[in-house]
């Protein structure tokens, strides 16, 4: 069955500190993405990778850095959080670029910045 | 710029079909996605359509028209586990994902 696992289901941080989001998936996809979602608008994109220490900005990449040290973990680094970085952050993964690639998602992180 | 039009809420009554409609305007076409997301859960993949017509996948079935720039998806003998939101995608140009933000499905018994 596949999998992406994301390290935490609920965060809460305070404004300025550095944080971590960390997500993994066992189906060696070679496409992650990471996505924040709020109320009332569409998934927005952060960033996406296509292949290891590769990295492509999204539609709002400000305030956000990402890693891909291996195939299978894609990480998420808010360098100094803010209140508006508050929301859920998704990840998701799929199979090299093709016309029908579905993505597959992990269960969400909800973050909170006080 | 890019746009993809769903409505935010729907109700239907349990046995019942449902059609949620999606319209887009977008740079490019490569496909469009329905995913289903139970609250507080990940989106799941549903169904995905390329080509002008109907897909039917068990309960579900998806539509497109590229000319119209439209796509439904109907739902058939709705049950309350289907009582999710529903987010359309399109791929554009670029094969990025353009999202909808999704609509909330409510099912009464």
């Known amino acids: 069955d596949v999998k992406v696992t994301q390290s935490s289901r609920y965060l809460v941080k305070r404004t300025g500190e550095k944080v971590f989001l960390e997500c993994v998936q066992d189906?060696?996809?070679?496409?992650m993405f990471w996505y924040r979602q709020d109320p009332g608008l569409g998934l927005r994109l952060i960033y996406f990778?296509?292949?290891?220490?590769?990295?492509e900005k999204g539609d709002i990449p400000e305030g956000y850095s990402v890693s891909r040290e291996k195939k299978e973990r894609f990480s998420l680094i808010l360098e100094s959080a803010s209140t508006n970085q508050t929301s859920m952050y998704l990840c998701?993964?799929?199979?090299?670029?093709?016309?029908?690639?579905?993505?597959?998602f992990g269960p969400g992180t909800r973050l909170t910045v006080t | 710029g890019q746009n993809i039009d769903q409505p935010t809420e729907m109700t239907a009554t349990e046995g019942a079909i449902v059609q949620i409609n999606c319209t887009y305007q977008?740079?490019?076409?490569?496909?469009l996605f329905w995913y289903q997301q139970h609250a507080g859960e990940a989106p799941t993949f549903l169904s995905y359509?390329?080509l002008d017509g109907l897909e039917e996948k068990g309960r579900f079935s998806s539509f497109l028209s590229r000319s119209k720039g439209y796509s439904y998806l109907l739902l058939k003998e709705l049950q309350m586990k289907d009582s999710a939101s529903y987010l359309c995608?399109?791929?554009?140009?670029?094969?990025?994902?353009?999202w909808g933000a999704g609509t909330k499905l409510i099912i009464k018994p």
């Open positions: 998701a993964s799929s199979p090299l670029a093709g016309h029908s690639d579905e993505q597959y």
């Open positions: 189906m060696d996809h070679e496409n």
């Open positions: 990778s296509y292949d290891v220490k590769m990295k």
């Open positions: 977008t740079s490019g076409f490569n496909g």
């Open positions: 359509n390329v």
């Open positions: 995608a399109v791929k554009d140009s670029n094969y990025q994902l353009i």
